[in-house]
Each structure stands twice: as C-alpha cells, then as structure tokens.
C-alpha cells in the first residue's frame, strides 16, 4: 500500500471508530454516523497536520546544525569525542560566563526540575507569576513545598514587588523572560529588584527559554555570574529548533550547581552537542528566526485583533488571545481542521495560548479560525488525548500533565 493510501485508510478506521465512540454506538444510529464521518476521509487524508501548540519551530535544526549531527553521528560507537568539550567552551566564549558557572542538560526543564527539588521544601516555597511555565508547579508539591502564584501586572510583566513579598520563606522565585504562554516581557529594573529583595536564603531563577526571540528582553546572565543566588536557565528547544536533541543549561555559581546536580542530571548526546555548537556558531541564525517570528506573530497579532480578539504583547513564539469562550473547546474544533494550537491556563480559560509557525502555518491557522469562529468543524476527529480538568489542575498542580 503506498504511504498515501495506508494514510487514507488509517483515517478512515479511526473516523469510524471516533464517530462510534462518540456516539456511544448502537444499531441503526451509530453505522450511519460513522459512514458519513468515513466520507470526510479524503479530505482529512489530504490535510497536513499544523503543530502550533508547543512553542517549537517545526522548521527544526539549522542546516549547519544538520551537518553537524550527520558528521557525527557515525562515530556514536564512543562516549564522546571532545564534543562536551567544545560545547561548553563555545558557549563560554559567547557568552562570556566562566565554564565553571554552566552545566549542560538534556534540555532546560531539567535544571528547572532539579532547582525546584533543591531550594524548595516544606519549610520554603515557590513563588511564580500567574500564568507562567507550569513545570515549576508540578514540582514543587512533590518535595512538599507551598506554590505561591502572584497575578502579573495588566502588562503581562511580573509583578516582583508581589512576588518579593509573597512569601518571607520563599525558597525559589521563578521569573520566566518572556513568559510563557503570554510572550510578555519583565524590565531589566524589575529583574534587579526580584534579584535585591527577595526574602533571605532564597534563590531567583530566570527562565530564558524565549529570550533569542526577544528583541527587548534584557538578559539576566551577568547576574547569575556576580550574584551567588541567581540562576539563569536557557534552552535549545525553542528558536534552534532542536527539541526533539535535548540540550539546555544552567548558568548558576559553581556551588550552586553542584547542589542542583547531587539530585541528577543526565547527559547529552554526541550527536547533539554538536548540533548545539554548530547552532551557536551559526551567525545568521538567531537574528533570521528572531526576524521571521516576530513578522509571523505581528501578523497574526493584528489579523486578530482588527477582528476584536485581544491578544497579550509578546516577544516570544506565542501569545495569548482572547476568543471569548473555553479554550479546550477551541482547541478542540481547531484539531478537526488539523491545526493543534496551544491550552489555556487555570483562570485563563478563555485566553488559549498560541504559537507562532512558518508563513504557511500561521495561513492555515488564519483559515481554521475563521472556520472555527463561523462554527464549522473540520474533517478530522478530535484527539483523544487525556486531559485534566482545568479546575483540578489548578487545585492538584502536581498532577498536571507534561507541557511544553
Ligand atoms: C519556559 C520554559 N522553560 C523550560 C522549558 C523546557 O524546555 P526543554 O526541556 O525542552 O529545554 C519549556 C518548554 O516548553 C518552557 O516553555
């Protein structure tokens, strides 16, 4: 069978079974449902599936960064053959921290993980902005530790007066610059203020896992290196396009690092280490995808908006919009148009998060949405894909699911 009609036949079989289980199915209603659900299967065969829910660039690695993992990869029968070693020496140089102050990880969620379990415990808790990047959230509880989650200004910014004050016993404050979802950006000034007034004995971590698309976003780097107990954390997930290679790190004092990595770690692959330099090596590469990002989501922005749905300020690969009724439901009828766009946080159920893709995807979203907002489902079926109540989310984060 070729690709194309195994696909097609794949989505008949599961149209079928969707439409049947959608209704629960019983002789006479449900056989003919299921036809007429099966009759839509050209047309969702023909339909190219658009991931815009996971803040990632489905244009993916640099072609350097490609090169790199093909020159590579043959010599995989050994641990390493100094590619640890000129990653780390490489990001050094650009970014003009000590070696002894970065530690490498498969991705950033790690080091965020392992900052949580280590400066956060029963007698200390975390304090985030609401919305921002659940990880945090979900790990918090699971050491026994209070989640403190202060409102962000009407800006979107973090509002660190809040957060410095929320918690005399605060072990951890999150910052997350730009945020996820909203895309917003915290100052400079107030980056400083959350690094000078925290409570005593706690540590500031700066999640830059946006800050390449940023054009605005000042980076806390040189405060991780002069202040003991700022942590900036960044990853190759997002503008590099490389999630699926798993590289991020941690900035941090050597002492500090040393704490986090007593609870673990992980190592990175060969392959990827080299992407990850050939990326950083790449010149042209930040400034491009930042250029193309920012023109994407100035466009949808304001197609948006000119139609009455606000969005929040970003400067990131992902915004906020307000469509003015839950956001799962959303989501929902834009995956049978096969547009995958991003969840709503708890409290923010009517704002779902979106993220910005290439040129064609972001034409496709356009096209879904306005089908969407006009009440007309596409052809495919709705995921099955389990899900927690946003109410019991918020109330239980540490049983949130795994979210980008
Ligand atoms: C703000 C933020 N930090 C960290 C991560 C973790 O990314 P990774 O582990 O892929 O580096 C994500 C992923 O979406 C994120 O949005």
């Known amino acids: 069978m070729s690709t194309d009609s195994s696909r097609r036949a ?5 149209l079928y079974v969707a439409g049947a289980a959608g209704l629960g199915i019983h002789a006479g209603v449900g056989p003919a449902y299921a036809q007429a659900m099966a009759a839509n299967a050209d047309a969702a065969a023909d339909l190219q599936i658009v991931n815009i829910g996971a803040n990632t660039l489905s244009i993916g690695p640099s072609r350097p960064a490609l090169e790199a993992i093909a020159r590579t990869a043959p010599l995989s029968g050994d641990y390493g053959r100094g590619q640890s070693r000129e990653f780390l020496e490489t990001l050094s140089a650009q970014l003009e921290v000590p070696a002894d102050h970065i530690a490498v990880y498969p991705g950033s969620g790690t080091p965020l993980g392992l900052a949580v379990t280590t400066f956060t415990s029963p007698q200390r808790s975390l304090v985030t902005a609401d919305p921002t990047y659940e990880q945090a959230w979900r790990t918090a509880p699971r050491v026994g ?5 202060t409102p962000q200004r009407r800006d979107y910014s973090h509002d660190v007066e809040a957060m410095c004050a929320a918690d005399p016993k605060a072990g951890l404050l999150y910052i997350c610059n730009p945020n996820n979802p909203t895309g917003a950006i915290t100052s400079r000034a107030d980056i400083e203020y959350a690094a000078n007034h925290r409570p005593p004995g706690s540590v500031l971590v700066v999640d830059e896992a946006y800050i390449h698309f940023s054009d605005n976003a000042v980076s806390a780097l040189d405060l991780a290196v002069e202040a003991d107990d700022v942590i900036v954390l960044r990853t190759f997930s997002k503008l590099y396009g490389m999630a699926g290679l798993r590289l991020g790190y941690a900035v941090a004092s050597p002492a500090n690092l040393e704490r986090m990595n007593a609870h673990g770690g992980g190592s990175v692959a060969m392959t990827t280490l080299a992407a990850g330099t050939a990326s950083l090596l790449d010149p042209g590469l930040v400034p491009a995808r930042r250029a193309a990002t920012t023109r994407m989501r100035n466009e949808t922005v304001a197609w948006l908006q000119a139609q009455g749905y606000p969005c929040s300020t970003s400067e990131a690969n992902c915004f906020l919009v307000d469509i003015g009724r839950p956001g799962r439901e959303f989501q929902d009828a834009m995956a049978t148009h096969g547009v995958m766009v991003g969840r709503s946080w708890p409290g923010h159920e009517t704002r779902p998060r979106i993220s910005v893709g290439t040129e064609a995807e972001m034409q496709r979203f356009r096209e879904a949405f306005t089908a969407v907002a006009a009440g007309q489902r596409g052809p495919l ?3 099955q894909r389990p899900r927690m109540a946003l109410r019991e989310a918020a109330a239980d ?8």
């Not at 984060?397 to 980008?404: L, N």
């Open 10 to 14: 794949f989505l008949r079989q599961s």
């Open 397 to 404: 984060p540490a049983r949130m699911p795994f979210a980008c």
């Open 145 to 149: 530790a209070k989640v403190v989650r």
């Open 381 to 383: 079926p709705v995921p």
